[in-house]
T-cell receptor
Framework: EDQVTQSPEALRLQEGESSSLNCSYT??????LFWYRQDPGKGPEFLFT???AGEEKEKERLKATLTKKESFLHITAPKPEDSATYLC???????????FGAGTRLAVHP | IAGITQAPTSQILAAGRRMTLRCTQD?????MYWYRQDLGLGLRLIHY???????GKGEVPDGYSVSRANTDDFPLTLASAVPSQTSVYFC?????????????FGPGTRLTVL
């Protein structure tokens, strides 16, 4: 069964303390790995799509990378406004069906 | 451009009642989706529609039905609500149903079934 697992479940950082979030997937023949940000009480907001192993994408303090079995979301010098839940999803089986991980809750404290 | 709108924002419903969650998009996207989000489980696909006039079942379709009469609207109906359907429901859309197309999400409907 295709699965997406995110770790850690929760992460607390001090402002400026860089770290990484992990997303491991079991989908074979992956064609797309997606990262979303979700603020409390809001819908997921699209961040990145990665298509193949070795690909990297950046946006402000965030950089997403992809290997054949996992993806990382690196957060460099985070600020309190980066606090959110970060969701990872892989496509599975056509028709743009996504399998989501449970998310990592990130709290950045000043 | 509003993107995706969902209504109601939240609802408390008695078990056994019928309820329709509304979803409208103004991006002329062909594909639309309904997910539910529960603590610790992540988002799970309920139903999807690749184009107007077609629908399909996702991972957790039991107890839910959908219709897609036009491009913009994709309502989700609970025919007889049960407490296990208490969840946050998100509608999403993408330009096409291609696996690599980005899905964009609405703000969600928080549903409580008592």
């Amino acid at each position: 069964e295709d699965q997406v697992t995110q770790s850690p479940e929760a992460l607390r950082l001090q402002e400026g303390e860089s770290s990484s979030l992990n997303c491991s997937y079991t989908v074979s023949g992956l064609r797309g790995l997606f990262w979303y940000r979700q603020d409390p009480g809001k819908g997921p907001e699209f961040l990145f799509t990665l298509y193949s192993a070795g690909e990297e994408k950046e946006k402000e303090r965030l950089k997403a990378t992809l290997t054949k079995k996992e993806s990382f979301l690196h957060i460099t010098a985070p600020k309190p406004e980066d606090s959110a839940t970060y969701l990872c999803a892989s496509e599975a089986g056509g028709y743009n069906k996504l399998i989501f991980g449970a998310g990592t809750r990130l709290a950045v404290h000043p | 451009i509003a993107g995706i709108t969902q209504a109601p924002t939240s609802q408390i419903l008695a078990a056994g009642r019928r309820m329709t969650l509304r979803c409208t998009q103004d991006m002329r996207h062909n594909a639309m989706y309904w997910y539910r989000q529960d603590l610790g489980l992540g988002l799970r696909l309920i139903h999807y529609s690749n184009t107007a006039g077609t629908t399909g079942k996702g991972e957790v379709p039991d107890g839910y039905s959908v219709s897609r009469a036009n491009t913009d609207d994709f309502p989700l109906t609970l025919a007889s609500a049960v407490p296990s359907q208490t969840s946050v429901y998100f509608c999403a859309s993408s330009v096409t149903s291609e696996p690599t197309d980005t899905q964009y999400f609405g703000p969600g409907t928080r549903l409580t079934v008592l």
